[in-house]
Every structure is written in C-alpha cells, then in structure tokens.
Nanobody, 124 residues
Framework: QVQLVESGGGLVQAGGSLSLACAVSGRFVSAVAMGWFRQTPGKERECVAALSRDGSKYYAESVKGRFTISRDIAKNTVYLQMTSLKPEDTAVYYC??????????????????WGQGTQVTVSS
C-alpha cells in the first residue's frame, strides 16, 4: 500500500519561507516520479514542481527561482522549499507519486498516488 503524508504547511507573511515534506511509504522516492501540486477553490490542480525518475526537475513559471524540489533517499521523503512567498501562493499543496513511467511528469494524469494535502496561507 502506497501512502504519502505531507507536512509543513501553515501561515506565513509575504516574503517569508516554508518547507513542505512528503514522507512516502510503499514506493522508493528514488524509483518514481514525484510532484508537488497546488489547488485553490474553483481552479484546477496545477503542478508547481516535479522530479522525474531520472532526476530531471520541472518548475512552473510562477515559482521558478523561488521553489526548490528535492528528495532524501535515506528518509524516503520529498521536499518543497518555498521562499519569497506571495499571497498568490496560497493554496492546498499536494504531493504525488507515479506508478508507471510516462513521458511527462508534470501533469495531474501522470500521477497515481496522492497525499491528503496541506494548507499554505501567505498573508499580505
């Protein structure tokens, strides 16, 4: 059974930083693609950062230079370091893992397993 458990969300002022963690069980983070997505009410879930099976990284234009995705193989955990946060970064953040290889790794449809989500709120 695959489980993804996010932690680290919260309330932060604009310009501040937060680090999210996604602890994975049932899959090795070194062997799957992992993604961080976010969603706000009435909007589609979007990928903000993703890590492919071969280690390539994807970042949404809106977060480039501010967010960093990484993985700790020993802890089987994936992180999302967020800096220079803006009010528009406010959302529920989800981590995801794939089950099978696909050519892309930054679409919702590329992923099979999802965490429960963690709220990030950035105040102005």
């Amino acid at each position: 059974q695959v489980q993804l458990v996010e932690s680290g969300g919260g309330l932060v002022q604009a310009g501040g930083s937060l680090s999210l963690a996604c602890a994975v069980s049932g899959r090795f983070v070194s062997a799957v693609a992992m993604g961080w997505f976010r969603q706000t009410p009435g909007k589609e879930r979007e990928c903000v950062a993703a890590l492919s099976r071969d280690g390539s990284k994807y970042y949404a234009e809106s977060v480039k230079g501010r967010f960093t995705i990484s993985r700790d193989i020993a802890k089987n955990t994936v992180y999302l370091q967020m800096t220079s946060l803006k009010p528009e970064d406010t959302a529920v953040y989800y981590c995801a893992a794939d089950k099978y290889y696909s050519d892309t790794y930054y679409h919702v449809a590329d992923y099979d397993y999802w965490g429960q989500g963690t709220q990030v709120t950035v105040s102005s």
